[in-house]
């Protein structure tokens, strides 16, 4: 990938260039050959073929719809926001008799918009129907979820055909507009939201390569043993007992990347007694201060193990789960006081409701619920025990590539959703010390977990939940293994298929002992490499707003003085051009750029040499308060940006014997000064260091040491 840039009116206008075809658009497919991209079928009396082989408008299949009185086509999917769409089109053939009159509508809310009419059908013909969303009363709308084609007469229809049915995407406009608040402030970076998953089937965990990786990621914070094996792995298992890898082999990968560690307690077979044994065996004969243990792993499923069946325990139940979770936090802090404990928690007041037999009333709006958290949270405060802190697990739905792109915003609902239970139930003295962790998240669906797609979703989530408050975000996994995709949907993006042919998916960011760079490191692989580039613990967010959500945008001021944006193309076919500004903060006119998108999936999927499939770093020298910048489809891109060089000014006439001048530079950004006697073969001698400017000057006072000897001063950011 090459980096371009010319002068235009004062405005810097870079391209990333692409040397290859992309998508021909956004539109999101509905059918084509099967339904896709989540889309659902709730047919209301009307029989529907979704593999009819003839005839077909393009490719192999077509949907052969027979409609009898008072039935309908029933499209459905989650909430879908229809301002990045125009119109719902579809092919439709009236088959050997056509004449067919129909009705189109669609549903926001499951409140009807406005049924527009179709037909009569030609026969044997295909003709392209295109109805606006504004016609059915559903533009602009966040929560589209039913569409319908309705035969809602009293009398049945000849059968028709449906093809090639979708939601035209708008145009993306010509420039987007993104504004930098430098001075605006959001949140401290925690280093634990660059962190994934590790797991006990993992017979590579602790090998040279594992290090590699992990250290090639910059990775900041591990999990162990692994999701719902937390319930099932007992710490003490000893080597060679059927376990791909053991607590000392985590110990020995944990401690040499000096990632900071959560721990799953086992819950579901477990005993308190156990996991305290644990903390011991950690913390105190290892030394390791493993300092983050969750009690179990997603407990209030029913796929999760969980013994606790003699009365009055009851498997899956916040009661119970409140009840044990009380001797856990004391015995385990009996032996090591330092350590903190979460709880597993759902993110809705009336989410994992699996009994009725506790239910409670929520202390401030007086609403009685059964929810997992609102009945843990109560009997946890009848207990006089507080979580260290609660546990979100959030994977997105599999409704397609666009969707899930988009979806990555939604944690900041469920942040909102748990501080407001937190303090409803605990009282916000209680509650306040209480952090959200999110100690795993994921794309789900098909093979999106190793596309491109993929990666993106790991850098945009990431972008996202620094707007929120969760300290923690460790991805799912580091190692998970291949799999075949049964009815793969081809409306995703991807390529990766096994020897025979099969699409593939794989929870993993690696696939097998290997050495990065390598075609068996996903995306997602080089998209948490990506993000070293982009922040990291002690860094401070700031505000960042554009007007088209395709164009992911985000920033950070780095805790030596730089500023980076990162910014995720989400478009698959349309370079989107931004014209940047940046408030509080002067840029250096030359920034250092890392991207990684298509040209090196690309590489990836033809063998292409190693570097080529890394992430690509280019230069940018024309950085300013305003610029433009084009970010090509399907990338994540960091954009680094250095201070502009300070000022020092004289104070004129100096006082006898010193030198009086003033630092001019930007706030929060560490200087040096320097002296020197010969501007030719100098050399620079520090005088003072790492001045961090509050207000952007500072008055510096320096003795003359001779008036026969020339000195020459200067300021310089200290990276």
Same mark, same amino acid.
């Given at each position: ?9 004062? &405005?810097?206008?870079? !391209?990333? #260039? /692409?040397?290859?075809?992309?998508? +021909? =658009?956004?539109?999101? %497919? ?98 392209? &129907?295109?109805?606006? !969303?504004? #016609? /059915?009363?559903?533009?602009?709308? +966040? =929560?589209?979820?039913? %569409? ?111 990632a900071q560690v959560f721990m799953i307690a086992n819950y579901g077979s477990g005993t308190p007694g156990e996991a305290a044994d644990w903390v011991r065996f950690c913390n105190i004969t290892n030394q390791c201060s493993f300092k983050y ?205 096994n020897s025979s042919g099969s699409i593939i998916t794989d929870e993993g960011c690696v696939n097998g002992n290997v050495l990065p760079p390598n075609s068996n490191c996903y995306p997602s692989y080089y998209c948490m490499k990506l993000m ?15 007007d088209f959500q395709l164009l992911g945008t985000y920033a950070v001021l780095r805790t030596n003085g730089s500023l980076t944006m990162l910014v995720v193309n989400k478009s698959s076919y349309a370079t989107l051009t931004a014209a940047v ?139």
């Amino acid at each position: 990938m090459k980096f371009f840039s010319a002068r235009s009116g004062g &405005i810097v206008a870079c !391209l990333l #260039a /692409l040397a290859f075809s992309v998508l +021909a =658009n956004d539109d999101q %497919l509905i059918y084509s050959d099967m339904l896709n991209n989540g889309w659902a079928n709730w047919g209301y009396n009307a029989t529907l073929v979704f593999n009819n082989s003839a005839p077909v408008h393009s490719g192999t299949n077509s949907i052969k719809a027979t409609m009898p009185s008072w039935s309908r086509i029933w499209l459905v999917h989650d909430p879908i926001d229809t301002s990045l769409y125009t119109n719902f089109t579809f092919w439709v053939n009236g088959g050997t008799s056509g004449g067919q009159r129909l009705q189109v509508a669609a549903s926001t809310n499951g409140v009807d918009g406005t049924w527009v009419n179709i037909g009569p059908l030609a026969a044997n013909t295909w003709q392209q &129907i295109t109805v606006s !969303l504004a #016609a /059915l009363g559903v533009a602009n709308n +966040a =929560n589209l979820n039913y %569409l319908w084609i309705n035969n809602w007469s009293g009398s049945a229809q000849p059968v028709f055909y449906l093809d090639d049915v979708s939601l035209t995407a708008k145009t993306p406009p010509a420039t987007v507009h993104v504004g930098v608040n430098a001075t605006q402030t959001l949140r401290t970076v925690d280093a634990r939201l660059f962190g994934i998953n590790t797991a006990a089937w993992d017979g590579y965990l602790d090998t040279p390569c594992t290090i590699s990786v992990l250290t090639n990621m910059n990775n900041q914070a591990l999990r162990w043993p692994g999701g719902s094996w937390g319930d099932i792995y007992h710490e003490y298992a000893p080597p060679n007992s059927g376990w791909g890898s053991y607590t000392t082999n985590f110990i020995h990968v944990a401690t040499n990347t000096h990632a900071q560690v959560f721990m799953i307690a086992n819950y579901g077979s477990g005993t308190p007694g156990e996991a305290a044994d644990w903390v011991r065996f950690c913390n105190i004969t290892n030394q390791c201060s493993f300092k983050y243990w969750e009690i179990g792993n997603e407990v209030g499923g029913s796929w999760e193990e969980d013994d606790n069946t003699n009365a009055p325990w009851q498997p899956h139940d916040p009661w119970t789960y409140a009840q044990r979770f009380t001797s856990y936090y004391s015995q385990m802090k009996a032996v090591d006081p330092t350590i903190k404990i979460g709880a597993v928690a759902d993110t809705t007041e009336d989410g994992t409701a699996n009994y009725t037999n506790h239910p409670v009333v929520n202390p401030v709006t007086g609403v009685t619920h059964n929810g997992w958290t609102p009945v843990m949270l109560t009997y946890m405060r009848s207990n006089n025990v507080t979580p260290d802190f609660l546990i979100c697990h959030n994977y997105a739905p599999g409704d397609g590539d666009t969707y899930n792109l988009l979806w990555t915003k939604t944690w900041a609902v469920s942040a909102a959703n748990l501080r407001m239970m937190l303090n409803d139930y605990l009282g916000s003295a209680m509650a306040t010390n209480v952090e959200l962790d999110g100690t795993e998240f994921g794309p789900e669906g098909d093979k999106q977990w190793i596309s491109l797609v993929g990666g993106l979703f790991y850098a945009d989530m990431i972008g996202q939940i620094l707007q929120t408050e969760f300290n923690t975000m460790l991805w799912w996994d580091l190692r998970n293994g291949q799999s075949s995709v049964a009815n793969s949907d081809n409306a995703l993006y991807g390529w990766r298929t096994n020897s025979s042919g099969s699409i593939i998916t794989d929870e993993g960011c690696v696939n097998g002992n290997v050495l990065p760079p390598n075609s068996n490191c996903y995306p997602s692989y080089y998209c948490m490499k990506l993000m070293q580039y982009f922040a990291r613990g002690g860094d401070t967010v700031v505000t960042v707003t554009n007007d088209f959500q395709l164009l992911g945008t985000y920033a950070v001021l780095r805790t030596n003085g730089s500023l980076t944006m990162l910014v995720v193309n989400k478009s698959s076919y349309a370079t989107l051009t931004a014209a940047v500004s940046i408030a509080g903060y002067l840029p250096c006119p030359n920034a250092t750029v890392y991207s990684y998108g298509i040209p090196q999936d690309e590489a990836a999927r033809t063998n292409g040499p190693a570097g080529s499939q890394d992430i690509a770093q280019t230069s940018f020298a024309s950085a300013g308060s305003l610029f433009t910048c084009s970010f090509p489809p399907y990338s994540a891109t960091v954009l680094s940006f250095a201070p502009a060089a300070p000022t020092l000014i004289a104070t004129l006439p100096p006082p006898a014997g010193q030198f009086v001048f003033q630092l001019q530079g930007q706030p929060n950004t560490p200087y040096v000064i320097q002296n020197c006697t010969d501007l030719t073969s100098g050399p620079w001698i520090p005088v003072s260091t790492n001045y961090t400017l509050s207000d952007g000057t500072l008055n510096l006072t320096n003795t003359i040491q001779s008036a026969a000897v020339q000195q020459f001063w200067r300021a310089i950011w200290q990276p």
